[in-house]
């Protein structure tokens, strides 16, 4: 993503937590990100699609970073998913997106309302994911029942203690609470067999959607985070800098969208991709194009 559209997506976040999305006008946007309306239209066909676009970059942000607390970790380690989720609420606070959120679903939108529902569902496949990875395949049949009660439990926990303006319950504190409740629970469920949701639901809600829990995904965005480091140091703000910085979120888009990746362009870009760095930092590229083939692999066992 260039740097101007970029701005566009940055300034329109700013003004839909200061004035709200719907009072928000598309002229306000062109004021505050100083383009024409040419050029906005040219980037995003409505204000919507713009609404669409900061919580894509959002939802990349935040899976980035939640990938980065697993380097090192088991995928089992259930403090690894408490500081992933602890990173989660920070964000969320920061960028207001419940808040926004909230308004899109009380609004006449219905592009928005759909796209918000989603995005929900993509935040109970992830938690469904890693409860997997922490509770284990034979615990699967009742995991999606306590995805679904853990989202709400957390949602309500932190709306009440913010009402309550309690200063000792951290973020830490309500999701440690939090999961151990799903941990009596889930002995209770598994011992009386009781299941409310087939986990083979999810696949129904989101047909499109590809697995990304596989530890290869994992690997992937640990890789991605190692090589933008290694571009940091290597370039120093140059233009080759910003160029290696679209090539990489290019790959990362085209193996984690919902349909089959495109191969050609795949290694075309990572041609180009890998002609910008000198030797010092071939050991970064050559580890996430290692990653690269380990995904393509995986996705042809899972077709």
């Known amino acids: 993503m260039n740097s101007r559209k970029q701005k566009v997506i940055e300034t329109a976040h700013h003004l839909f937590i200061e004035k709200g999305y719907n009072a928000t006008s598309v002229?306000?946007?062109?004021?505050?990100?100083?383009?024409?309306?040419?050029t906005f239209y040219n980037y995003f066909p409505?204000?919507?699609?713009?609404?669409?676009?900061?919580?894509?970059?959002?939802?990349?942000?935040?899976?980035?970073?939640?990938?980065?607390?697993?380097?090192?970790?088991?995928?089992?380690?259930?403090?690894?998913?408490?500081?992933?989720?602890?990173?989660?609420?920070?964000?969320?606070?920061?960028?207001?997106?419940?808040?926004?959120?909230?308004?899109?679903?009380?609004s006449?939108?219905?592009?928005?309302?759909?796209?918000?529902?989603?995005?929900?569902?993509?935040?109970?496949?992830?938690?469904?994911?890693?409860?997997?990875?922490?509770?284990?395949?034979?615990?699967?049949?009742?995991?999606?029942?306590?995805?679904?009660?853990?989202?709400?439990?957390?949602?309500?926990?932190?709306?009440?203690?913010?009402?309550?303006?309690?200063?000792?319950?951290?973020?830490?504190?309500i999701i440690r609470y939090c999961i151990d409740r799903i941990i009596q629970i889930l002995t209770e469920t598994s011992t009386s067999g009781v299941q409310i949701l087939d986990p083979e639901l999810i696949d129904t809600w989101l047909p499109n959607f590809r697995n990304h829990h596989h530890q290869c995904h994992n690997d992937l965005l640990q890789s991605i985070?190692?090589?933008?480091?290694?571009?940091?140091?290597?370039?120093?703000?140059?233009?080759?800098?910003?160029?290696?910085?679209?090539l990489i979120d290019f790959i990362q888009d085209e193996l984690l969208q919902p349909s089959k990746p495109r191969r050609f362009l795949l290694d075309s870009t990572l041609q180009t991709l890998m002609s910008l760095y000198p030797a010092q930092a071939q050991d970064a590229i050559e580890h996430f194009e290692a990653n690269i083939n380990a995904c393509l692999g995986q996705l042809d066992n899972d077709i």
Not at 27 to 38: H, V
Not at 225 to 237: D, H, P, Q
Request: aromatic share 10%; net charge positive; glycine share 6%.
């Open 27 to 38: 002229q306000d946007i062109l004021d505050g990100s100083g383009i024409s309306k040419g």
């Open 46 to 106: 409505s204000k919507s699609e713009l609404f669409i676009a900061i919580f894509r970059s959002l939802y990349k942000k935040i899976n980035e970073e939640r990938a980065a607390v697993l380097i090192g970790k088991e995928l089992s380690d259930i403090e690894g998913f408490i500081k992933q989720l602890e990173l989660q609420m920070i964000f969320n606070k920061q960028s207001n997106m419940l808040i926004l959120i909230e308004e899109v679903l009380v």
């Open 108 to 173: 006449n939108d219905e592009e928005l309302k759909k796209f918000i529902k989603r995005i929900q569902l993509l935040s109970l496949r992830w938690t469904y994911g890693r409860f997997i990875d922490i509770f284990g395949e034979s615990k699967k049949p009742y995991l999606l029942d306590l995805a679904a009660i853990f989202l709400g439990m957390m949602i309500q926990m932190n709306h009440y203690n913010q009402l309550a303006q309690s200063v000792g319950s951290t973020e830490k504190n």
């Open 225 to 246: 985070l190692a090589l933008k480091k290694a571009t940091n140091k290597t370039f120093c703000g140059s233009n080759q800098r910003e160029r290696a910085f679209e």
